[in-house]
């Protein structure tokens, strides 16, 4: 006998019970995000992303070729997990079973029961929400019009692996291997519930990135907003109590009926407002000192993506840059230390300021060489060169 | 600077260091698996496997049906894993650059980056090992001859997950997922790791499971043994001191040069002679009560193939059976009773008859319906059909 026969309505798993590795459900849950939102956004063309931009040559020819260079990978490992990534996204979509499946049909137990396939495939975080249509990109890369198609959304949310954040300076090498891990990842857990979720016989539709496979029709951070995995952050990204800047996430778009979650409000608001630690570690300075602004029908603070985007394309000496994730407090794993702090700022207001320069300190903003396992290289054309600072090159 | 080229011979990091979530460098190495192994092996014909026999109709029409049943997927969270498995096996090899990559050609420093790459990509233990070639099959599913082809092994383990195992019976419809959701990892970390060593000069070769895409040339359990992962146990399989049964395998076989890991002894002899809970839990009585026996050069306790196989492919009440999995004491995690027990079978011989009761008392061989999160359906031709007890099917 399953534990989801014997709910009554009244008598929910979601708010009971952590599913997954953190405790997302003790959280204090709101009714609307800690930002401002208003009703006036204008759903974004995809041409018009920073890398669309960067690529069209909007940012200069310099950055137009840096991403021409970087795109197919400038460094081994990450070429490696790009092929892999490629591959995956070509998988074909299995056909939507004619019949549904002889399951409950109540949105909890379905929602209860897709965040724990989820978490069975190494989720750290799982969401459900509604999807906004101003979350939806107005037109794809070659200028078609996106259709507002699909009402929920499941987000799948990994960590970052956090001894290769440690280890690096952030905007060295392993900067796009990093990411590309999370995307691995994320991408075979996305295929793998989308194609469960068709064979109970529902229509769902696998998201995730990085930009060169891009299978995205939405935007991820009102999403997340929405589903309450963060707050928006000073970097301008969505940020979560336990695993900070660091991880990455994926939707499923799904007609699949689901309860959707609630925005959370852990404090980060005032946080961010006194930390400014990613700022100040930003290598491009794109990362606001200032005050939320509004932007688009969002109040953020708002990235300089131009400069961002420039300094990602353009860095000699790595790859994509990670210094925001790396240098954020919340980053950090949970340890005690960590989670002392965290608690204080998410139930103590009153130490709000003791706690903030607390987190500052224990960030993990430096690098630690001796942690580094991988090498400094990279390719140029089909050789690869050392780019160890010892090498001579 | 990289701390690798800090290093001298004499001072390597191999014993050195916990690498990966386990502390598998404290174990005790030893010269020869903890089990005899003679030069009498013969090399085994993948036809000749019990998945083979089996789907030749060797254990009889009713099974062979089973077979065919089993194959495409009985259950829809295993059929939906399944996909995306078969799309990762059918990745196309990319080619191994013409010159060596720009970085230190020391076995032991490439053995300690591999392996770190390794547990970047999740793995819960790495190992390496020369290949013996015994260790290849003779031929393979079309009985085409196979090659000795490659010297070195990588071997990659990942951990079943946990919750679900705890959750089972052992032999209900999570088997299948339990086993993919390793397999699907392990199939993505070998071919990303395959495709970044041919990317810096060396052939590689991913093997992964499992029977439906089966990119294996070699048998896993001898290098296993050799790479120091696990020492024979009771259920004929390999067991690891952190993991228990509780683990799937995958190997990417290379030219780059490795330094081979060396076998362990954890006390598991006396201990599978003694304890028996395996077998005692096996539902086809396939494990043996009785002593280890030698078989085609090895010294094992010979689990009854066709016993195993025939349940697997016939039980009507689910997928594939992990109930040695799931009884197996030494599968728990690393929790603070557990690594005590652990602990005095390892460290302290006089104390292991009581730690013996001890390990069998804690076992999780019990299901815990409560925890249960997924449907018992089964496919029935194109349609689903509930298994709930409670369906009135």
Redesign the interface.
Known sequence: ?????NLDEDNLPRTQKQQGPFPMEVLKHVEEPTNTITNDIQRIDMRNTAYGLAGRGEYGPVVQKGVQKSLPGKY??S???K??ID??A??EN?PV???K???PQNPEILT??IK??G????ADVMGTCKVPASAYYSHDKQGTPIDTRYENAVIIVMRK?L??IRASTGHDWMGD?ISF?SY??LG?AA???A??IR??GWDASAQYGPSFVNRYTVLLPPLLLAAGIGEISRAGIILNPYLGLAFKAAVVLTDMPLVPDQPIDFGLQSFCQNCKICAENCPSKAISMGDKVMYNGYETWKLNTQRCASFNFTNKKGTMCNACVKSCPWSNPSTWPHDLVRGLVMKVPFTRKFAIKAARLLAMNKPI?????????EYAD?????R????GQ
Request: net charge negative; aromatic share 10%.
């Open positions: 006998m399953n534990r989801m026969e081994p490992l070429a490696a997990q092929d892999v591959h995956i070509l998988i299995n079973a004619a019949n499946a002889p399951i209860y029961h724990s396939v978490y069975f495939l190494k692996e001894k290769a291997p891990q691995q990842h075979m295929e793998t519930i194609n469960y064979r109970l060489p001796e942690e580094k396992w991988w090498f400094d290289m089909d050789t690869i060169e050392s160890e600072k010892n090498s």
